[in-house]
Nanobody, 113 residues
Framework: QGQLVESGGGLVQPGGSLRLSCAASGFPFSLYAMEWYRQAPGKERELVAAISSAGGSTSYTDSVKGRFIISRDNAKNTLYLQMNSLKPDDTAVYYC??????WGQGTQVTVSS
């Protein structure tokens, strides 16, 4: 079925940056559109960003536009999420998703002073 493993989460101060990675294995990564979701305590999981299989098309939820960048390296079977100008409201568990294929286990991002 495939496996996705996120990394790069942690504690960061407001205004700081983090880069999340999602390593894929066990399926043809380059054929799948990929997404980043997040889920904050007590809230529903929300779609943050998406990227097409070849990386030529991206989309973002309004709250992260201009601050987050989704990208992928199909040669390395890896998805990324560069997060800049982080805010406390960005605090959540972040998950990567291969559309209709697999979910990662999540990585915690905490934005706090």
């Amino acid at each position: 079925q495939g496996q996705l493993v996120e990394s790069g989460g942690g504690l960061v101060q407001p205004g700081g940056s983090l880069r999340l990675s999602c390593a894929a294995s066990g399926f043809p990564f380059s054929l799948y559109a990929m997404e980043w979701y997040r889920q904050a305590p007590g809230k529903e999981r929300e779609l943050v960003a998406a990227i097409s299989s070849a990386g030529g098309s991206t989309s973002y939820t309004d709250s992260v536009k201009g601050r987050f960048i989704i990208s992928r390296d199909n040669a390395k079977n890896t998805l990324y999420l560069q997060m800049n100008s982080l805010k406390p409201d960005d605090t959540a568990v972040y998950y990567c998703n291969a559309v209709n294929r697999a979910w990662g286990q999540g990585t915690q991002v905490t934005v706090s002073s």
